[in-house]
Structure formats: structure tokens, C-alpha cells
């Protein structure tokens, strides 16, 4: 590395940081505005070595972190500003490595650094959720994904695994999605002759599924979001009703007002009307099970209902979760669309998926391994919007952020990654080695 372009790196990173600082003195209070802070905060005051904190209704990674800041929310506010910039400033740096043609090196790193400055990974810091967190970790998983596609070490796998570990019990879908990479890793099992590689990796992701999936089932996460969807989705619908009645479901008149109404609605009587025992004892007993059964049953509706809700599911609207005092770092609106297209965000999502599925072929015919990593991010979208959609009726903007940043995330990644094989293989062809640095 040039002291050049070390120095480029050492004085971008230190503006990017003095952007973050003034924007978060912008930020008048921490919000904490939100149901689950209270029960981030419930759980966090449990004792470590009670099952109350490992079995309870949210994965304990977010519980974790607020107990060893005290559930100050000034504090929480202050460490996932710092770790924000740090994951991300190491995967603008671990992109910028990966990369081999030298034009393209600071153009990445800089689109990392600006791609971060969007209003959907910065307004999420002085919310006491766990979205600051999960989102950092996911810069973090993806850095190290990228540094072991570069060259295969037994300390990168367990930096790999660290973060896989702590993504899988951040968030129940993050599981989901590592199960769903892990599928996607065997498929190398048919191009590489690195088997085993393979098969330690996507090993750890499905052991994190069954785990994070076995803690989940303890804890009754799917519990209150089932609750959620019969009273927005299901009970409307007289075909699922009478579905679930073939089921066993108790279907009652108190039952039935619940229809069209969120859990919390007539003081959360979904949860605790005692003319509703029966039907909760039945949901606590069968209800998993057969909301699974029902997906299957009902499997083409369940597979294209993200369609009914593009513009939500991919370009979904969340200012109004905004803290006191925040304004855009990008004011620019022009630059603003270019790093994170929003205003044809579901034209972005048909374009990416359409580029992403070309290039799977060619990149494996010419051995660009890194291009996994965007090709997961890409095409991963849709599967996850399906999960996120039938999963819970509630907050469906929020809980679709995550495969909206990986999408836009992946086809920058995409992209400059297609540009670095284009310009060293006309450079090679024409000679021009000085334009390429080892990394």
C-alpha cells in the first residue's frame, strides 16, 4: 500500500468520523419510544445465569449488549454510533483490499463510507432497538466473509463464525438467512475442489440455524408475532378462518372482533382477555406447527405475497422511526439516490436480481469467488421478503430493512467487483500491469 493512498484512506475515514460525531450531537435524546425497548430492557435486567434472559421472548445478543451498558440509553446511544463506524469503516477498508484495480480501490472505499451515510444505516444509532446493532454486525460478517474468500485461514474462520454467531441471535430472520447462505455454499460443493472448506462453513451456519431456532422455540418468539397476523391477516379472511377451525383452532365470537385489529388493540386483548384462554392455550400448543402447515397448504399465496406490497417490502418508508433532532448527513438528492436508490427502489430490486442471476454462471466459469458474497446479497432478497412478510403481520417497513441494505450493499459490490475483472483482464491483455497493486 502506497503512503499515497494510505494517507487517502487515513484522511476519508477521519472526515466519514467527524460527519457521524456532528450528526449524533444533532440527536437531542436517545429514543426509546418503542415496546421493544421495554422488553429489551425487562430481559436485560435478568440475571446472566437465569433462563429468564437466555429463554425469553427476544434473542438475548440485544439484551446482552444493554446489560453491559447498564440500560443507559445515552450510553447504548454512544456505543452503537462508535461500533457503527468501526464495522463499517473496516468493510469500506476490507473492500478497497479486495479490490485489485488501483483506480478502483478509493472509489470503493469511499462508496462503502457514503453507502453508510444513508438515512437507513445512520437514523437507527440513537434508537434503543436492536437495528444499529444488527446492521453493524452485518458489516462486520460481510468483512470477514470477503478476507476469507481472499485466502483461506484458520483464525478468519473464527472471526467468521464470531460474527455469525452474534447475527444469529440478534435476530431470529438473521438464522434464517445464514441457513439460507449455507444451502447456496453447497452448491460450490460441485465447482470447487475445496470440499471441506465448504463444508466447515456452511456446517457452522446450519449448527447456528438449529440453535438459534431451538432458542427461539424456548423462548416463544414466534409467539406474539403469530398473534399479530390472526388478527390482521388470517381473521379477515373467512377461508383461513375456516382452515384453521378444520385445525382446531377455537373460533368464538370474541375471537372473530378481533378481526382486522393489531395484538395491542382494546388493551392488547389478544393477549389478555380471559374469554380468550382457550384460544391461546390452543395457539401456545398447535399454533407453530400448523401456521407452517397452513403456509404449505396455502404455499403459492405465501411465496408471492411480497408481491402485493412492493413498494413496502422493497423501499419501504422510515423516517417517522427518526430520533429528536435528526437531519440527513447526505443532503444531496441526486447523491443521495446513487448510493442508496430509493425512489425507484423496486425498479432496483428487479434490476439487481436480473444482473445478479446472469453473472452467477460467469463467475464461477471464471473463478471469481468474491462475487459470492454480492450474488448472496442479490438474490437472498426475495426469500427473505417472503419470510418477513409471513412471518408477522407488524412493522413489515422496519423488520424489511435488512434484505433492502444487503440488496443495494450487493449490487455495489456487484458491480465494482465486475468492473476490477474487466479492467485486469484488459490490462493483461494489453499489457498494463502498472495499473494493478497487490493488495
Not at 451498558?69 to 469500506?92: C, H, K, Y
Not at 479486495?98 to 478502483?104: A, C, E, K, Q, T
Not at 413498494?311 to 447526505?330: K, W
Request: hydrophobic share 55%; net charge positive.
Amino acid at each position: 500500500m502506497s503512503f499515497i493512498f494510505a494517507l487517502f484512506l487515513l484522511t476519508s475515514y477521519s472526515y466519514y468520523v467527524l460527519l457521524r460525531i456532528q450528526h449524533n450531537l444533532r440527536i437531542l435524546e436517545p429514543r426509546v419510544s418503542f415496546g421493544d425497548t421495554s422488553d429489551y430492557f425487562f430481559i436485560a435486567s435478568q440475571s446472566l445465569f437465569s433462563s429468564s434472559f437466555w429463554i425469553a421472548g427476544k434473542p438475548p445478543v440485544t439484551p446482552l449488549f444493554f446489560k453491559l451498558l447498564e440500560s443507559n440509553p445515552d450510553r447504548i446511544m454512544t456505543v452503537q454510533l462508535w461500533f457503527s463506524i468501526l464495522a463499517w469503516g473496516f468493510l469500506a477498508f476490507m473492500v478497497a483490499f479486495v479490490v485489485r484495480s488501483r483506480p478502483l480501490k478509493p472509489l470503493a472505499f469511499l462508496m462503502i463510507l457514503g453507502f453508510s451515510l444513508d438515512q437507513n444505516i445512520i437514523m437507527w444509532d440513537p434508537l434503543i432497538l436492536s437495528d444499529s446493532l444488527a446492521l453493524s454486525l452485518l458489516a462486520l460478517f460481510l468483512s470477514f466473509s470477503l478476507w476469507l474468500l481472499m485466502e483461506w485461514k484458520w483464525y478468519k474462520v473464527i472471526l467468521l463464525a464470531s460474527a455469525a454467531v452474534l447475527l444469529a441471535f440478534v435476530r431470529d430472520t438473521y438464522a434464517y438467512w445464514l441457513l439460507l447462505i449455507a444451502i447456496c455454499l453447497l452448491v460450490l460443493l460441485f465447482f470447487t475442489d475445496q470440499r471441506k472448506r465448504v463444508l466447515w462453513v456452511s456446517g457452522i451456519f446450519i449448527s447456528l440455524f438449529l440453535a438459534s431456532n431451538a432458542l427461539a422455540s424456548a423462548g416463544y418468539h414466534w409467539y406474539t408475532p403469530f398473534l399479530m397476523t390472526v388478527g390482521l391477516r388470517i381473521l379477515p379472511n373467512p377461508e383461513y378462518v375456516t382452515y384453521f377451525d378444520g385445525q382446531g383452532m377455537p373460533v368464538s365470537d370474541t375471537l372473530m372482533e378481533r378481526s382486522g385489529k393489531p395484538m395491542q388493540a382494546d388493551d392488547a386483548a389478544m393477549l389478555y382477555d380471559t374469554r380468550l384462554d382457550e384460544f391461546r392455550r390452543w395457539v401456545k400448543n398447535h399454533g407453530r406447527r400448523e401456521y407452517v402447515r397452513f403456509l404449505w397448504f396455502y404455499k403459492a399465496e405465501a411465496l408471492q405475497a411480497p408481491l402485493k406490497d412492493l413498494d413496502i417490502m422493497f423501499n419501504p418508508y422510515l423516517y417517522p422511526y427518526t430520533g429528536t433532532g435528526y437531519r440527513p448527513i447526505l443532503t444531496n438528492a441526486r447523491l443521495n439516490e446513487i448510493l442508496y436508490p430509493s425512489r425507484f427502489g423496486v425498479f432496483t430490486f428487479f434490476l439487481a436480481n436480473l444482473f445478479a442471476a446472469a453473472l452467477v454462471i460467469p463467475s464461477f466459469q471464471y473463478r471469481q469467488m468474491l462475487c459470492i458474497v454480492p450474488l448472496v446479497l442479490i438474490l437472498s432478497s426475495y426469500p427473505q421478503a417472503v419470510l418477513i412478510w409471513n412471518a408477522d403481520a407488524n412493522d413489515i417497513a422496519r423488520h424489511s430493512l435488512y434484505h433492502n441494505v444487503e440488496l443495494r450493499l450487493g449490487l455495489w459490490l456487484l458491480v465494482f467487483f465486475v468492473m476490477d475483472f474487466l479492467l485486469i483482464n484488459f490490462n493483461l491483455k494489453h499489457g498494463v500491469r502498472a495499473s494493478t497493486a497487490p493488495r
